[in-house]
């Protein structure tokens, strides 16, 4: 559309998986709000589902002005298509400024059909959201060449403006029980559901049985590891702290773990309370997913590995050595 169409607040794709609200959908809500409140524009959450382990009115307390239901039982399974089209419906209707959704892969799917239907553009994978305090128009910030420069990137002359969101990004804040909005519930036509495709059921896939991004530890080795095997160290020191295990591509280019557990540019974003960087030298891809740690905790014999920039805690010293002693330590004190 371009940029003469009337165009109004912000929409947000809230994500829904296998009936559980997605915690991206309450981060992307918050921002939204923060952005609007620059903008003098209203907060508009969309939820396409057939069940929901939440009341909708839920987004309310974390800044949206109103939540837009979409309840239908073909709505369980994701369907690309489907869910395609009934944003770009909804976004011809309601006509926003600006639409946001997780970057994860059903929002990473959705977002780039629906902006090339739209004809406007859209910016993947955003770390930082500002609005310009005299265009009003959005600064989409993300990294680019490789991680190494930051970009802020306008859509000045097209609506919406459209961006999907690194989850875990923005901080969640504390929902407000005082705030007003109200819940939409709409009804679509049968056509909306058609679709070329028919999904036959959900299957995780091998490694994916730890969500390391729910986690309050993390415990990631690097090309320090040396080896496969030597990952047992790793799964012990994070089975003591109930934690998981995480790994820079470099173990992950080696099969030494699955990609499931890659941190960083291109793998996941984390942010436990307490992260463990074990032979790891930090390079800005890795540190794009796990620098917003409560705290981090860097194993690394090179003194100048750039880790040790970032780190709360640095031991410097072979990892063989140490995670052994830090395994054995906590066994002394946990009594196993
Ligand atoms: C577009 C793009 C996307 C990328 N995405 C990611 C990403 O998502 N995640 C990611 O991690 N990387 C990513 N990378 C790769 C990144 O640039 C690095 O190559 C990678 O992070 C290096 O992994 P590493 O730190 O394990 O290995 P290295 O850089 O080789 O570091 C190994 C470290 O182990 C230390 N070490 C070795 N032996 C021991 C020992 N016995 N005791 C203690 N320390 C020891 C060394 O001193 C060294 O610091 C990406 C790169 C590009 C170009």
Request: proline content about 6%; aromatic content about 4%; hydrophobic content about 40%.
């Amino acid at each position: 559309m371009r940029r003469d169409s009337p165009s109004g607040g912000i929409l947000v794709l809230g994500e829904i998986r296998s009936g559980r609200l997605h915690p991206a959908a309450l981060e992307l809500t918050a921002k939204a709000r923060l952005l609007a409140d620059d903008m003098g524009a209203e907060v508009s959450t969309l939820l396409l589902f057939s069940e929901i382990d939440v009341k909708p009115e839920t987004l309310i307390g974390y800044g949206a002005d109103s939540v837009i239901c979409v309840r239908d039982r073909r709505l369980g399974l994701f369907d690309q298509e489907v869910q395609s089209r009934i944003l770009y419906r909804i976004i011809r209707d309601t006509r926003p400024g600006i639409v946001l959704a997780p970057a994860t892969t059903s929002g990473r799917s959705i977002m780039p059909a629906v902006a090339a239907k739209l004809r406007t553009g859209l910016t993947a994978d955003c770390t930082g959201l500002d609005i310009d305090p005299e265009t009003k128009q959005l600064l989409q910030t993300r990294p680019a060449i490789g991680g190494n420069i930051m970009a802020t990137i306008r859509t000045p002359e097209h609506r919406p403006q459209m961006a999907t969101v690194r989850p875990r990004t923005f901080a969640i804040p504390a929902s407000d029980p005082n705030r007003a909005g109200s819940v939409k519930e709409l009804t679509l036509p049968d056509h909306c559901f058609e679709s070329r495709v028919v999904p036959l059921g959900l299957e995780r896939s091998d490694g994916d049985d730890v969500n390391i991004q729910d986690r309050d530890v993390v415990v990631s080795g690097g090309k320090g590891m040396k080896k496969q095997e030597n990952f047992v160290l790793l799964r012990d020191l994070a089975e003591l702290l109930d934690g998981g295990v995480g790994a820079s591509r470099a173990a992950v280019d080696n099969k030494w773990i699955p990609y499931s557990h890659q941190v960083g540019l291109s793998g996941k974003v984390v942010a436990p309370k307490v992260y463990f960087a074990v032979g790891i030298s930090g390079t800005v891809q890795h540190l794009a997913g796990m620098q917003t740690s409560g705290m981090i905790v860097a194993i690394n014999k090179d003194p100048e590995a750039p880790i040790f920039k970032v780190a709360d805690i640095g031991l410097c010293g072979d990892l063989f050595d140490i995670v052994p002693r830090l395994i054995e330590v906590l066994r002394g004190r946990k009594g196993v």
